[in-house]
C-alpha cells in the first residue's frame, strides 16, 4: 500500500511524502501506522479523525485534515491523504 500526504496553504503545497506499507496487517492498521510516520516526519500532533473526515475517506480514498482535526495550532491550511496504491 502506498499513501501519499501532501501539506497545503493558500493552495500551494508546501510538503509531501509518500508512505509504503508492505506488511500483512489491516487496511485500517496500515493508514493509522502511515498518520503515525507522516506526523512524526513533518513534527505534528496527530489528527482526530472527525465523522466527516472519516466519511469522505470512505467515499474517496482521499481525506484532509484541517486545524479542526488538530489539538494545537497549525502553520498551514490542511494535510490531504491520499490512498494511491494497494
Not at 7 to 34: C, P, Q, W, Y
Not at 53 to 62: G, L, N
Request: aromatic residues 16%.
Amino acid at each position: 500500500m502506498r499513501i501519499w500526504f501532501k501539506m497545503f496553504k493558500d493552495n500551494h503545497l508546501l510538503r509531501d511524502t509518500v508512505i509504503e506499507d508492505g506488511s500483512e496487517d489491516t487496511r485500517t492498521h496500515k493508514i493509522f501506522h502511515a498518520l503515525e510516520q507522516v506526523c512524526y516526519e513533518f513534527d505534528l500532533s496527530k489528527p482526530i479523525w472527525l465523522d466527516a473526515t472519516v466519511a469522505e475517506f470512505k467515499r474517496h480514498d482521499k481525506a484532509r485534515f484541517y486545524q479542526d482535526n488538530f489539538v494545537e495550532q497549525i502553520d498551514f491550511d490542511f494535510l490531504e491523504i491520499h490512498v494511491i496504491e494497494e
